[in-house]
């Protein structure tokens, strides 16, 4: 009764900045009978931000049976919990080699997949996070309402009870306020970009640790970016990043014109041998 009829793969990459190239790794290097299996993937992307959550797909509802299954669920579930869900449909464009939304790598393999995020237009290369965001900016209220949706959707797809409202996240298996806290701080506080995403990062580390907690056969695969940028990156995982303070550049500007008078002071004092006859050059001559 509790074994649904389908199985979850969950995959964590990393490289989301540059066209969510951790993504495209994994498929490439995935079995193919892996691949076929996929019946449906669900994307997820930036969810403890905003009021309103959004679908974004390559393929209209319509047009695929399971998508429009899947994208039914979401309504649904959203709906019960009064949460505006706004399903975006945006073809794929094959020629581009680079994507706007992870979705769309499973899109080029036909796979039906679609994106789960808090956001309509999606974020400009290298803009998925930066060294500025902290715990304080997210809203725990809204990842934990966004996580409900999300597993109540599922589940009505895995044990295939569409009409059903199932209400799994509730009680004793209620989405954790305490658990998003600390998890929230630890990602706030540690350098998550690809160039320091080593096996020996820790979030690398306790991400694993996760997974062999509370699934199985956890695999991790490193990868290197292929990519016309360059990326330095410290050979340690602790780096220390020193900032001056300078003047302004009134200051700047002031320094120079009084170095500026000085050395026109100084080469008109050497072009006369004398200060008495440089005062009486500056006298009007009598004719």
């Known amino acids: 009764r509790t074994r649904g009829l389908h199985s979850i793969l969950f995959i964590l990459t990393s490289a989301g900045g540059m066209s969510f190239a951790g993504t495209k790794h994994w498929i490439r290097r995935a079995d193919s009978r892996v691949l076929e299996a996929l019946e449906f993937v ?9 009021s309103d959550l959004f679908l974004h797909a390559s393929t209209s509802p319509e047009e695929d049976e399971t998508l429009g299954s899947m994208v039914q669920n979401f309504k649904d579930s959203a709906a019960k919990m009064d949460v505006p869900l706004h399903v975006i449909t945006t073809k794929l464009n094959s020629s581009d ?19 789960v995020c808090n956001y309509r237009e999606a974020k400009p290369l290298f803009s998925g996070g930066s060294i500025f965001d902290q715990f304080k900016l997210t809203s725990l209220e809204v990842l934990g309402r966004n996580i409900k949706i ?9 044990y295939e009870k569409p009409e059903q409202y199932l209400n799994i996240v509730s009680h004793s298996h209620s989405v954790n306020q305490a658990f998003l806290a600390s998890w ?3 990602m706030g506080s ?13 979030v690398s580390v306790e991400l694993e640790r996760a997974l062999r907690k509370h699934t199985f056969e956890v695999t991790r695969e490193s990868f290197q970016l292929e990519s016309v940028y360059k990326f330095y990156k410290s050979s ?27 050395l026109l002071l100084l080469h008109l004092f050497l072009q006369y041998r004398s200060v008495g006859e440089f005062i009486k050059s500056l006298k009007p001559k009598k004719e």
């Open 190 to 202: 540690s350098p998550r970009g690809f160039p320091f995403l080593t096996e020996e990062s820790p």
């Open 184 to 186: 929230a701080s630890f």
């Open 150 to 158: 999300i597993v109540e959707a599922l589940a009505r797809f895995i």
């Open 42 to 50: 669900v994307c997820l992307e930036d969810l403890a931000h905003g």
């Open 97 to 115: 080699s680079s994507v706007r939304w992870p979705h769309e790598q499973f899109t080029k393999k036909r796979i039906t997949a679609v994106t």
């Open 236 to 262: 340690t995982y602790a780096t220390t990043l020193t900032a001056f303070k300078v003047k302004s550049m009134s200051f700047d500007l002031l320094l120079s014109l009084a170095i500026m008078a000085y």
